[in-house]
Every structure is written in structure tokens, then in C-alpha cells.
């Protein structure tokens, strides 16, 4: 401040003899600029004066000092000393009750010392000292460093999403410094100019949060767009939690979709690019690049489960976010057909949608046991006519279903009947050439043994086989169960029949009870004997009184009937 003063009352030597001009210059030379803390602290006084110093050269000196000591080792010139642990000298030794020890502390002095003390310059000397530093050549991933504390320091919402990473130890520069006031809107428009190409989880999940803080501060479209091509080409870095940012706008939707969709579209044109410097870019699957692209195909998958659940969620967004990837991301479907079944189903019920949740036998840990918590008792689109769901169905190859989606999708009450069946066909077609392959394994094993090598990139097809040939087997172990239920229902039927014969005659033994002789007799009357009955009728003369003939009567019927039921 008195140097900028002293210039603007043109207190020079023509005035009088080492007057306050030249002693401020040369105090400035001689001790701001060779001190880490007074450096600092006079780029913070510049900011009153910012017009003057910047004619005097007094930011631009400073900031070059500043990025000169970031490059040397700290223990050379004695800053910064760290305010925690042990006291200590500025030569690094420890201190008893004041005196010198001589032992040295060992030094815990890493790259990134300097970041707590720059972060109390304002947004403008930040952005210039960081230009300076990547003009002195200071490593990018020191200067990404130095800006993602800058901005955890004066963004507290973009903390949550950084894993509660915790911040620098304080030094004696700082606690000389006040925080600079700033504007959250302008910080965060600076510093996308400033963020190196840099890849990786850390960074990604670090753009990631400086996009959600952007579109609720709601910065210019150029800055979102920034954030959003920067994190599209390294989408494979990416997570799951990280993507869901929610809709901060007027929009229905729960998530903002359109800016997850914007990224794939960035991610995979960076992808064409490397795909057309590459020799096998023909070939997605053998391509350098088929790995990442795998990745963000599972990444989307799971994103569109979640988003799944919103009800105002349209079909088209749907489909559009699907086919933002090309077919050959996608070796299995599982995942698209996992989202769709949420998307689709009426109520959530925990047993019903046990695929859904990615629970299927061999992928418990698909998803987390809180997915249910957070499904249970919402409804989603039963509203959705039959024909937007066949056309929803046409995202999924069900030639990729895996055994597990294709069992679920056969019995699945809320696909649409057409999709079922073509389920069932394509089923069908994977049994038949299981069972080929199951045939042909059977032909292998007869013949001689061959030495043979299976490539890595059949092992997939072969565990698929392998599965399909077990299920094939049990398909077989079925048939022969239905057989032998055949059998059994066969021999059941012809003891019925056996029964209804037995029946029918104790009919006709009821109905001989009600005949003309037999009430005839009992009246005490007898009609003329036919030559088959000429011998009953004679025992029945013999009997003293039609009553006891009677009673006689009755206990022969019932002993008929005992044998008639005796049968059963």
C-alpha cells in the first residue's frame, strides 16, 4: 500500500534524496519477495489498489515469487511451518521450552503444502497465479490439486460429494490471511477455464459435484456445457451415485436425464474419434476402447433402473437414453431388462421383483438392500398403453437375455403377450443349440482325446452353453417326471372305472328289493315259482310266519350288501 501511494504522490528521487519511492521499491525487493507469507500477504493488499499495483508490476512479481518457492523445497527457505504437532524452529528443529533441540522433525512435507495458503487470494490473483504456475511448468495434477481445494473451501455443498475428504493443515501464512469473499457463481465460471484434461475416479467425481453446485447456482450455458464434455469423456470414470443429479429446474422429472444424456452423446463421440485412429476400430469388440464402453453401457443400465421408478419418467426418454449406446456395447441385456421390468411394473413387491432388484442366484450384491427401502410401496406406470410397451420392448435384444432373465421374462405378467412369446421362442432356439452342443460334447468325449485350447473371447459362449445344457437336462428329468404322472393318472382311471362298474351292480341289487314278487311275498302271497326259483320258493314255504320270511328277507339283502361294499 505505501508503494502504491508513493507512486501516485510521485514521491521520487528528483524530490529529495532516497525518498519513500525508491525505499519502498527496494524494501519490496529485498524482503516481500523473498519471504512465502509477505508475498501473500501483499498480493491481498494488492486487491484495494489492483490498477496501481498492476502498473508497478507488484501483482505480476509476487505471483511469479509465489510459483517460484511452489517449485523449490519448502525446507529451503523455511515455509510454511505447520501449526500441528510438535513446536518447531523455521528450520525444521524442535523446540523445548524455546531452546533448539537440534532433533529434526521428520518431514511429512508433500506437493500439495501450498494449497491451503493460496486459497485465501481472491477468485482473479487465484486464476492469475494458476496461469503463472502452469507457465513455470508445475505439474497439471498439482494444479488440478490446488483448484479442487480451492473450490471445496468456498462451495460447501460440493463437499458432500467428495467422500468427506478432509482439508489442509493450516500454516503460519494462513493464520496471517483473512478468506477471501466470493462469489460462488463467478468462481465456479473461472474455474472450469482453469480445470486441466485430466482423467480419473477422483477428478471425474470432482466434476461431477461442480456440476450439480452449477446448475443450482444456474451459470451460463457455456460453463454447464464445459463441465458436462469434460466429465462426457471420461463417463467411464464415472459412478452410479455421481450421475444421479437431480432436476433442479421446473421440469416432472425426479433427475435431470437430458444432461446424463448430453454426456453419453460426449463420451461417445470422444470414443469415434479413438476408434478411427485405431487399426481395429472395425472391430468394437477387439478395439482398444471396447472396455470403456462396456463399462458406461453397464453404467447406463444401472442409471436407467434407478431412474426407472420415477412415474413421470416418458417411454421416449427412456428409449432414448438405451439407445445412446451402440448394440455392440451391450454383450448381455440383463441390465436394459432389469430397468424396463421396474419401469413397467404396477407395485413394487419385494418377492415378485427379486430380478428386478438384481437379486437373481449368483448377483446378490447387484444392487443394494436399501433399493427395496426406497421402491417399496411406489407405483409407476400402469397408465402406459400396450402399445408403448411393445415399443419400450424393442430396446432389448432377448437373444442376449441370460437363463435367469429369459425364466423371468417367460413368466413376466407385464410384458406384453407378443414379447413373451418371442421369449419363449428364442428360449427355444438356445435349448435346441444346447442341445446340439450337448450332443456334440457327448460325440467329443467318445473320440480320442485331442489337446485343445479355448480362446478367452469363446469363454463366455461356453458358460453360456454350459447353462443352457443343464437346463437342458433338467428339461429332460421333467419329461420323464410327466411321464411316469401320465402313467399314474392312466392307472387312476381305470380304478375309477373298476369302482363305477361295482356301483352299477349294487344298483341292480337295490332295484330287485322294490320287484312285484318280492312285495308279493311279503303280503304273504306266492306266485308261481319259474324253474330257477322253484327251490327258493319251497325253503320260503318252510318258514312259520310271513313276518319272520320277511325278516329272513331283509338280513340276505343286507348281507349282499356287505359283499357288494367289500369290493371298495
Not at 104 to 118: A, G, H, L, P, R
Not at 487 to 499: A, C, D, Q, Y
Not at 540 to 545: I, M
Request: proline fraction near 5%; aromatic fraction near 8%.
Amino acid at each position: 500500500m505505501v508503494y502504491c501511494a508513493a507512486d501516485y504522490l510521485e514521491m521520487t528521487d528528483e524530490h529529495g534524496e532516497d525518498n519513500l519511492l525508491s525505499k519502498s521499491e527496494g524494501f519490496f525487493h529485498n524482503n516481500v519477495l523473498k519471504n512465502w507469507k509477505d508475498c501473500l500477504l501483499a498480493l491481498q493488499s494488492c486487491e484495494p489498489v489492483i490498477s496501481r499495483a498492476d502498473k508497478l508490476q507488484i501483482v505480476s512479481r509476487c505471483l511469479n515469487a509465489v510459483s517460484v518457492m511452489v517449485c523449490t523445497d519448502p525446507s529451503l527457505f523455511g515455509w510454511p511451518m505447520l501449526m500441528y504437532g510438535s513446536l518447531q524452529s523455521p528450520g525444521g528443529s524442535i523446540l523445548w521450552n524455546g531452546i533448539n533441540t537440534g532433533a529434526k522433525i521428520q518431514s511429512t512435507m508433500e506437493s500439495d503444502w501450498w494449497y491451503e495458503d493460496i486459497s485465501y487470494l481472491s477468485v482473479h490473483l487465484f486464476e492469475r497465479l494458476i496461469h503463472t504456475m502452469e507457465g513455470k511448468g508445475i505439474k497439471p495434477e498439482n494444479l488440478a490439486g490446488a483448484i479442487m481445494h480451492y473450490c471445496r473451501k468456498y462451495l460447501p455443498g460440493l463437499g458432500r460429494w467428495q467422500g468427506g475428504q478432509s482439508g489442509k493443515p493450516r500454516t503460519v501464512a494462513s493464520f496471517s490471511m483473512t478468506p477471501a469473499a466470493v462469489d460462488q457463481k463467478v468462481l465456479l465460471e473461472s474455474v472450469t477455464k482453469l480445470l486441466p484434461e485430466k482423467k480419473g475416479t477422483l477428478f471425474c467425481r470432482f466434476l461431477l459435484g461442480l456440476l450439480r453446485v452449477a446448475l443450482i447456482l444456474g451459470v451460463n450455458h457455456t460453463c454447464q456445457d464445459s463441465l458436462e464434455r469434460r466429465i462426457g469423456v471420461q463417463l467411464d470414470q464415472a459412478t452410479l451415485d455421481g450421475l444421479l443429479i437431480p432436476c433442479y429446474s421446473d421440469s416432472d422429472t425426479l433427475y435431470n436425464t437430458d444432461c446424463v444424456e448430453r454426456m453419453i452423446h460426449h463420451f461417445m463421440s470422444s470414443e469415434s474419434r479413438l476408434t478411427s485412429l485405431s487399426p481395429s476400430s472395425f472391430d468394437l469388440e477387439t478395439s482398444p476402447s471396447s472396455g470403456p464402453l462396456k463399462r458406461v453401457a453397464k453404467l447406463v443400465d444401472g442409471y436407467i433402473a434407478e431412474v426407472a421408478s420415477d412415474v413421470n419418467l416418458k417411454p421416449n426418454k427412456m428409449r432414448l437414453l438405451a439407445e445412446a449406446l451402440p448394440e455392440s456395447s451391450r454383450s448381455l441385456h440383463d441390465g436394459l431388462y432389469r430397468a424396463l421390468d421396474i419401469y413397467l411394473k404396477d407395485l413394487y413387491d419385494p418377492d415378485e421383483a427379486e430380478f428386478c432388484l438384481g437379486k437373481e442366484k449368483g448377483n446378490e450384491s447387484a444392487m443394494d438392500d436399501s433399493l427395496a427401502d426406497r421402491f417399496s410401496h411406489i407405483k409407476e406406470h400402469p397408465w402406459l398403453p400396450e402399445k408403448d410397451k411393445e415399443q419400450l420392448c424393442n430396446i432389448i435384444d432377448f437373444r442376449k437375455l441370460s437363463i435367469d432373465a429369459c425364466a423371468h421374462a417367460s413368466q413376466n405378467e407385464r410384458l406384453p403377450l407378443r414379447v413373451v412369446l418371442q421369449v419363449l421362442f428364442f428360449e427355444q432356439l438356445q435349448l435346441r443349440a444346447a442341445l446340439a452342443g450337448c450332443l456334440h460334447v457327448l460325440d467329443a468325449e467318445t473320440a480320442p482325446p485331442v489337446p485343445m485350447t479355448v480362446p478367452s473371447d469363446m469363454a463366455g459362449q461356453i458358460l453360456q452353453r454350459d447353462g443352457w445344457m443343464t437346463v437342458a437336462r433338467e428339461n429332460q428329468v421333467l419329461k420323464v417326471d410327466m411321464e411316469r404322472m401320465r402313467s399314474r393318472v392312466g392307472e387312476l382311471e381305470e380304478e375309477f372305472t373298476k369302482i363305477k362298474q361295482e356301483m352299477k351292480r349294487v344298483a341292480k341289487s337295490y332295484s330287485s328289493i322294490s320287484s312285484p314278487r318280492f312285495i308279493a311275498r311279503r303280503m304273504g302271497c306266492n306266485l308261481l315259482p319259474q324253474s330257477s326259483e322253484a327251490q327258493t320258493d319251497v325253503v320260503e314255504s318252510t318258514a312259520p310266519t310271513p313276518r319272520a320270511s320277511g325278516e329272513h328277507g331283509r338280513l340276505s339283502l343286507q348281507s349282499r350288501h356287505r359283499k357288494s361294499f367289500s369290493l371298495f
